[in-house]
């Protein structure tokens, strides 16, 4: 029952892990609410009372294990023993646009030790997108100063961008526990991707909690006139296309080649309707796998 008053713990853990730059804000929201309509408990690093201790499970402090309930989203693999029995979420968007948006993010965006524009910001920016975007799947990414977006804050644990990418690919894709969706449904399908979000979900009536949750947040992601100084840019996938040159295009392409395959960015399916279908795909209905 909905909006029922006592905690309740769900039969298995539910792990949202994601990359910055992919909806996770979207996200966010979506998990709260299926928590708070259901009774579950959500640990998050946008929640400052049961924000995730991240420093401590780098450390090796399986906090994730300890607890019961649903922890995301995650933007960046962080190693539990939970992962095991949980019901993993894993939502991924284009790489190539991904970096994209964390020029934009960097540069002009997020809030941060400097303001935006100035500094050695401001000297990313007049770098060019170009470079940054190579920058970040490559050791310079290291050099980097501040987060703004690129998740930079734990460097040393997660790697650049094509290390988390990979990391996704060997440690959760292709687990019988894993659903995989992806930022580019969330877009032209959120009633797809919402759908299964709440499958992961072991709830008694999935069909009123996906009702209240779509009236809720299906306009989020709507595409609207671009703004390089909002928060919320552009949502349209394949961003890439119309911001990078074909040379780094190309660099990129072989960089993720076969992240791009693994995730279905380069099948039939995203070419026809812009939504990949990953080849490690586990049949998923009804919450079962």
């Known amino acids: 029952m909905l909006f029922q008053k006592k905690w309740r713990n769900p039969s298995r853990n539910i792990i949202a892990y994601t990359t910055h730059k992919a909806g996770s804000m979207v996200l966010h929201r979506v998990l709260k609410d299926i928590c708070e309509l259901n009774r579950i408990r959500y640990y998050s690093p946008n929640e400052s009372r049961t924000m995730l201790p991240f420093d401590r499970m780098f450390a090796g402090h399986d906090f994730i294990a300890k607890k019961r309930g649903c922890f995301g989203p995650i933007r960046f693999f962080v190693p539990t023993q939970a992962i095991t029995e949980a019901s993993v979420i894993l939502h991924l968007r284009d790489p190539r646009d991904v970096l994209v948006s964390m020029f934009y993010s960097y540069c002009y965006m997020h809030a941060g030790e400097i303001e935006v524009h100035t500094g050695y910001r401001k000297e990313v920016a007049e770098a060019g997108i170009d470079r940054f975007v190579l920058d970040m799947v490559s050791q310079p990414f290291y050099a980097y100063r501040g987060d703004y977006g690129i998740g930079s804050r734990y460097k040393e644990h997660v790697g650049t961008v094509r290390d988390r990418y990979e990391r996704y690919l060997s440690e959760l894709l292709g687990r019988p526990n894993t659903i995989a969706v992806s930022y580019e449904e969330m877009v032209l399908s959120f009633s797809g991707w919402l759908e299964k979000i709440v499958g992961a979900f072991d709830l008694t009536d999935p069909e009123e909690t996906r009702a209240i949750v779509a009236a809720r947040h299906a306009n989020s992601v709507a595409a609207g006139e671009e703004d390089v100084w909002s928060h919320k840019r552009k949502v349209t996938p ?24 693994e995730l279905g960015y380069s099948g039939a399916a995203y070419l026809e309707t812009g939504i990949p279908v990953p080849r490690r795909q586990v049949a998923f209905v009804g919450g079962k796998r």
């Open 238 to 261: 394949g961003d890439h296309r119309e911001k990078l040159q074909s040379e780094t295009i190309r660099q990129l392409d072989e960089i993720f080649g076969p992240v791009l395959d």
